[in-house]
């Protein structure tokens, strides 16, 4: 599609729950970003693919939380165990691959509200 | 470490009244420096990209310039649907992590 598709759009769980939110990037863009965005607008970095793997996961929280981007399935990004302080809208962001990803913008997704109860 | 600093904070304006956003940075060789709107329960909206020191780009009333140490967004004549949140963001490790700033939150009053 010709947008970054995110579900669900909010979802609740109860502290200890797992949480799975889901991305569907734009078709035709190898790359993928998730961001968590709390307080102030405060946009934290949590990991990237390139098509299938991982580049750079050094903002993921590694004890709980996996994400997985696999051929023909939206990208996932989940919370084990979840905690009041994972309470946040998180964000998936996609971009095109053409004269390197730091060259493109990215396009972002409506995002998941996730709220830990 | 590598830096993003957005000032002000919140800037309140009165339809019409010009002003200028600021980006400040601190990273080791930048690869281009990216400004977004977002609008509330939205995800941020690609405005502008500026790759180098004395590039400048302009969209409407959006005029986004670069300096070796910062960015400017000048907001001329705003109109009230100018509000919004506005970011700036720096990729850094070869692009696969951006890191962005706090933004700015933009009141435009009619």
């Known amino acids: 599609g010709e947008e970054v598709a995110q579900t669900p759009k909010h979802l609740v769980r109860g502290e200890g729950q797992k949480a799975k939110l889901y991305c569907a990037p734009i078709k035709g863009h190898s790359y993928v970003f998730w961001y968590q965005q709390v307080l102030k607008n405060e946009f934290k970095f949590l990991i990237s693919?390139?098509?299938?793997?991982?580049?750079?996961e050094t903002g993921m929280p590694k004890e709980r939380f996996s994400a997985k981007c696999l051929p023909n399935s939206p990208c996932s990004l989940e919370i084990q165990a979840t905690k009041l302080e994972d309470s946040a809208v998180y964000f998936c962001?996609?971009?095109?691959?053409?004269?390197?990803?730091?060259?493109?913008?990215?396009?972002f997704g409506d995002g998941t509200r996730l709220s830990i109860l | 470490e590598d830096q993003v600093t957005q000032s002000p904070e919140a800037l309140r304006l009165q339809e019409g009244e010009s002003s200028s956003l600021n980006c400040s940075y601190t990273?080791?060789?930048?690869?281009?420096l990216f400004w977004y709107r977002q609008d509330p329960g939205k995800g941020p909206e690609f405005l502008f990209t500026?790759?180098?020191a004395g590039e400048e780009k302009e969209k409407e009333r959006l005029k986004a310039t670069l300096t070796k140490k910062e960015s400017f967004l000048h907001i001329t004549a705003p109109k009230p649907e100018d509000s919004a949140t506005y970011l700036c963001?720096?990729?850094?490790?070869?692009?696969?992590?951006?890191?962005f700033g706090a933004g700015t939150r933009l009141f435009v009053k009619a």
């Open positions: 990273v080791s060789g930048l690869r281009g």
């Open positions: 962001a996609s971009s095109q691959s053409l004269g390197g990803v730091s060259n493109q913008p990215q396009h």
């Open positions: 500026l790759y180098s």
């Open positions: 963001a720096v990729p850094i490790t070869g692009g696969f992590k951006t890191i």
């Open positions: 693919f390139q098509n299938e793997n991982v580049f750079d």
